[in-house]
């Protein structure tokens, strides 16, 4: 007898835009991917299909603006990663615009560039819920959000609420971070299952987070 499966997936919260059929829908993942994991990966590829973008990029950060410093690994090395996890998945791709840049990755600044390199793409900003509530804090985030449409990811542990134009997509919920695969692999563990196969080999392979 079949088996029937049961998914979590719904359906996004709010209406969805009507889309100028002659424009490109591509959405942006930004982040430090240290290292890249499979929840990043589900966010990006169930944001595409959700909001029926033509893309998203996951776009790594050069050097974040936060308060608190995080030390992260030579860029080279998360590009790499980042090139192995995609390989072969349909509609996601990366952009490379602040790792090409240099300087501490403003994202104001890097979707300024972004829209004026390509007028003919409307851009849709992907953050969790835990980002959500600092929105008031972002740099230039009233002119930030005329330029693009931010989109809200339910994280494990947080509900977040905000007065600025959010679209919320509802994705399976993943309890992984970069820092649980990190400390694993310290540890002398295999994070098995936390990130795609070819990702944990070349970190093996280059003897990153020992």
Request: aromatic share 8%.
């Amino acid at each position: 007898m079949p088996i029937e499966l049961l998914t979590p997936f719904t359906k996004v919260e709010l209406e969805t835009k009507e889309k100028d059929k002659g424009r490109r829908q591509v959405g942006i993942l930004g982040g430090n991917f240290n290292p890249v994991h499979n929840a990043h990966l589900l966010i990006a590829d169930q944001v595409r299909q959700q909001l029926g973008l033509d893309a998203v990029y996951l776009m790594p950060e050069y050097q974040p603006p936060h308060v608190d410093k995080k030390e992260t690994i030579d860029e080279k090395h998360r590009l790499n990663m980042l090139l192995l996890a995609i390989n072969g998945i349909e509609g996601l791709d990366i952009e490379p615009i602040e790792i090409d840049r240099k300087g501490i990755s403003y994202t104001y600044d890097t979707m300024k560039l972004l829209t004026e390199a390509n007028p003919d793409t409307d851009y849709y900003f992907i953050i969790g819920a835990d980002m959500v509530e600092y929105l008031p804090k972002w740099h230039r985030i009233d002119e930030l959000v005329e330029m693009v449409q931010f989109v809200g990811v339910q994280r494990p542990k947080y509900k977040a609420g905000t007065s600025y134009p959010v679209i919320w997509v509802d994705v399976p919920l993943m309890d992984i971070s970069s820092t649980a695969v990190r400390d694993s692999i310290k540890n002398g563990h295999t994070p098995n299952f936390m990130l795609p196969a070819p990702v944990l080999d070349y970190i093996r392979k280059a003897g990153l987070y020992q």
